[in-house]
């Protein structure tokens, strides 16, 4: 066994361990330095991922794979990850807490990692519980916050009692396969679709997966998570733990699960609708721009879903590709609201919600470059041509139509017409309405993490050739069965 | 391969599950019942009153623990289960051909334990008022 092959995980495990450490022998003032400690830790992890792309194995006993899949997922979640931690550096300034922060959402990224990664149900649902333990502690980081708190509180409740449905479907799986393994339930699937058992499975792994990837009905508690979490881990949760979700899904049911396809496939298409629909539709009357961010997520995860219908490779990498995407938009978006929230609450302490749109008002000349990045964010989750959100929406909304699924894209397609509504909004507080408040100085780590973000938006959009086709090739992974 | 349910008898092999249920259901009532019929009743003002090992009762029943209580009984339970992995490990230690994997595997694990010790005692989670 080669242990270079996980030696991104390693890094970012080494990493979070020192920040810890090394955290409890610093004074506040000094831990500055753990942000720049833990970046560079996922910098290094992300080096090591790009170094070893194309490379194939199998590891720990067939229970951990290295493939495309993995490889392009582990990139997603280490981007998110580099965009939280320079976010970060400028978010715990001050705060006696910083190590834990930086910890926690290094403990986070591996569990993301290993469940991009996982070739078992049980390595997967470990991981998956990492990341979502990881996360429940950060979505309360600000402990006297009381949304804060109703955050942390709504999402650990709701997240413990999916991770509960999902083992026990994991159980019924492992009753009638007589494994765990996921190649080989695929293999012994026949047994799983003879047998009421399958429905079962599939609907209690559908009801696990729907609440981290916050499917509608499934998603009462991200609005209120995404709003109340602070900005930074917001972006952490929207961006990286729902993806988890979805890799997680495409494993079990496009690999494991591919003989009850009938069964889920109409599920998929039926959640899909609704919660597209009511993502927007529900978004466009948010006055919390943080709140109008999670209700637009909800919608983004309804046209990744339309992937679980169509089920042709080009559809599964549009899927796939739109992960990717989303990542940067989403991410960038929350962070951006992380800048425009510090300038807020450093003008006015008691501010009791800097996260209303009224605070992008003229934001156009107060931050300049807050606002030309979060206008790219916006755009490109509303699918602005010359952006990843435009290429994603194309390659997704195009391969359905061409697998016969017209309704559906056109339904997809009316939506993105509606979001456009809301994302317009902000643009329009941003730039076109009048304010007497004059200009503030940009906080440099979320202006490095913001270009970041935008360039990476930028360039799936110009340049987007190279990563489609690689992300069809992770596709391929899933429709020949894994390993 | 064959699953470990044999998915043709599924019903079937759920008529226990059925049995112990319905059991679970008619057994606390007859037992109620039973006590009911057969244990003597008191009425000395002795029998409502909290029991406290048999002694005369002090003070009142509702006093605040200090939050740190718990913190303890946490930090006490992690490792104590730190503990119960040991134990599978000493058991298959020799006579598999792993004994260097194994103490190196353990080895992490046990610093990694280590870490959350250090923790504990720098973040004073240790200290009773602080």
Known sequence: ????????????????????????????????????????????????????????????????????????????????????????????????????????????????????????????????????????????????????????????????????????????????????????????????????????????????????????????????????????????????????????????????????????????????????????????????????????????????????????????????????????MKAGAFIATAAVTYMVLSENKDSADPDHIENFRGLGKRMPITALCMTIFVFALAGIPLTAGYMSKFVLFSSTIQSGFVWLAVIAILNSAISLGYYAKIVKYMYFLPTDSEKVSEPFPYTIAMIIAAVGVLALGFWSEPFVHWAMEAASVLLTGGM | MSGIIDISNIANSYIPVAVILIVALVMPPITMLIIKLVSPRSKASAKYATYEAGSVPVGNARIQFNVEYYLYAIAFVLFDIEVLFLYPWTTIFKGHDITSIATAEMLVFIFVVLFGYVYLIKKEALKWMK
């Open chain 1, 1 to 328: 066994m080669n242990l270079m092959l996980v030696a991104p995980e390693l890094t970012i495990a080494v990493t979070g361990l020192a920040v810890l450490l090394i955290g409890l022998f610093l004074p506040t003032d000094s831990k500055k330095i753990l942000g720049y400690l833990a970046s560079l830790g996922v910098l290094i992890a992300l080096a090591l991922t790009v170094s070893s792309l194309g490379t194939e194995a199998l590891l720990f006993y067939n229970t951990v794979s290295i493939d495309a899949l993995s490889q392009f997922f582990k990139i997603v979640f280490l981007v998110v990850a580099l965009l939280f931690t320079i976010a970060g550096i400028k978010y715990t300034e001050g705060n006696s807490n910083t190590e834990e922060f930086f910890t926690l959402g290094l403990f986070a990224t591996i569990g993301m990692m290993f469940v991009a990664s996982a070739n078992d149900l049980m390595v997967l649902f470990v991981a998956f519980e990492l990341a979502s333990l990881a996360t429940y502690a950060l979505a309360g980081f600000e402990k006297k916050n009381i949304k804060s708190l109703e955050a942390a509180m709504k999402y650990f409740i709701i997240g413990s009692l999916s991770a509960a449905l999902m083992l026990l479907g994991i159980s019924y799986v492992y009753g009638a396969t007589g494994t765990t393994s996921i190649p080989e339930i695929a293999a012994n699937s026949a047994t799983l679709a003879s047998s009421p058992i399958g429905i079962v499975a599939v609907v209690l792994l559908l009801a696990g997966f729907g609440f981290k990837i916050a499917l509608v009905p499934f998603h009462m508690w991200a609005p209120d998570t995404y709003q109340g979490s602070p900005s930074v881990v917001s972006a952490l949760l929207a961006a990286g733990s729902k993806k988890m979700g979805i890799v997680a899904a495409l494993k079990v049911f496009v690999v494991a699960l591919i003989a009850l396809k009938a069964d889920w496939q109409i599920a998929f298409a039926i959640l899909a609708v609704i919660t597209m629909t009511y993502g927007n539709v529900v978004a466009l009357k948010q006055t919390s721009v943080k709140r109008m961010l999670a209700y637009s997520s909800l919608a983004q995860a309804g046209y990744i879903t339309m992937a679980f219908v169509v089920l042709t490779p080009i559809a599964l990498g549009g899927g796939i590709f739109y992960a990717l995407s989303h990542g940067f």
